[in-house]
């Protein structure tokens, strides 16, 4: 399944770096399909007139327009491939010589079959050569502008939500370093093998962290990360931290969002387990039901003694983050009830995210 996940990201890759985006789909077809319609009622209105419409013109017309659109997007979406490779300057203009050649083609078709045939219908496609080739170059270049303002919104916009997640999930709050360090510093002498994995631990924490741009990992690698984080902290708490780990259920191929588990855990362990002097067990439950994938933490809380109240920092980013990629099917809820505090979050199991 990671397979299919490393060629999905792959093709959404590919599919982001050409202009011309994938025409044979459903949803191109039936776009084109719409387009086609209207341009031959505003055709047909304009030699005809539309009270009363004439409807063996317009099924005409209508035919023409259908034949070029969908046999165009037909041409373009077999040559996809071969034109993305093609420098941009390149693959446009012979992007528009084929709509042009499809047209042209068409064009000629139509002035064969009314020159053989008793049928004639004045204003036809076709019937003018000139006059059909120059309405077609104007649309096809009009469409094709548009294709290629869309493509550089859409890298604009991916570009910037891209640095806005980096941004976002590049925080290890400063005092887990400081925490670590001391930890490590006083291991050195006492237990320099568990201080050696500590640094491990830390390093390979700091280099997800620091270095990983991906939006979405699997939740095999996302519990190995935090598994290192929660060693660390170990060492620092020993028994008084406890985690339940309630996942069995989910496959480590799954997608998550990258780095969205470990500042969970971490709040949970700054606010809530290290201020008890017994310590605390934390919750972790990840499940997959249909279209949904849902994480939640929770840690009990030290009510009656100091603690720091926090400014849900990694909330909030975490919050930003699910919005970025998922839109509104990304959510985060807290809820604080009977001295514990519960975290859950929820984003679409098998959608790639936008």
């Known amino acids: ?97 084929l709509v042009l050649t499809v047209l042209l083609l068409y064009a000629l078709g139509a002035q064969w079959l009314l020159a053989t ?31 290629f303002l869309s493509w550089q919104l859409r890298r604009r916009e991916q ?64 519990r190995e990360l935090c598994e290192r984080y929660l060693r660390i902290e170990s060492i620092r708490l020993g028994n008084r931290l406890r985690v339940d780990w309630q996942v069995d259920a989910l496959d480590d191929s799954q997608e998550v969002l990258s780095l969205s588990l470990q500042p969970l855990l971490e709040n949970a362990i700054v606010h809530g387990v290290q201020h008890l002097s017994d310590g605390g067990t934390i919750h972790i439950q990840a499940v997959r039901a249909g279209d949904d994938f849902t994480l939640s933490v929770e840690n009990p809380l030290a009510y009656g003694r100091e603690r720091p109240i926090g400014n849900h920092l990694a909330c909030d980013n975490l919050h930003h983050r699910l919005q970025s990629v998922f839109g509104d099917r990304g959510s985060l809820t807290l809820e604080e009830r009977d001295a514990k505090f519960r975290v859950e979050m929820r984003f679409p199991a098998s959608v790639l995210p936008r």
Do not use: K
Not at 7 to 32: G, I, K, R, T
Not at 58 to 68: A, E, N, P, Y
């Open 117 to 147: 045939t008793a049928f004639r219908s004045e204003g036809m496609p076709g019937e003018s050569l000139w006059v059909t080739l120059f309405v077609g170059a104007v649309i096809a270049g009009i469409g094709l502008r548009y294709l």
């Open 159 to 222: 570009s910037e939500m891209q640095a806005r997640i980096q941004a976002l999930q590049s925080r290890i709050q400063p005092h887990f370093l400081f925490n670590s360090l001391n930890t490590i510093a006083s291991l050195i002498a006492e237990n320099p093998d568990q201080a050696e994995r500590a640094v491990e631990d830390l390093s390979a924490l700091f280099r997800a962290n620091l270095q990983d741009s991906r939006v979405m990992s699997t939740w095999g690698r996302e």
């Open 1 to 97: 399944m990671s397979v299919q996940v490393r060629q999905s990201e792959q093709e959404n890759a590919s599919d982001d770096a050409f202009f011309l985006p994938d025409l044979c789909n459903a949803q191109a077809l039936l776009v084109l399909v719409i387009l086609a319609e209207l341009l031959a009622l505003v055709i047909t209105g304009l030699q005809r007139g539309l009270f009363p419409v004439d409807w063996q013109h317009f099924s005409l017309v209508s035919l023409f327009c259908l034949l070029v659109f969908l046999s165009s997007s037909v041409v373009l979406c077999a040559l996809r491939h071969r034109l993305a490779r093609l420098p941009l300057v390149w693959s446009a203009s012979l992007s528009y010589g």
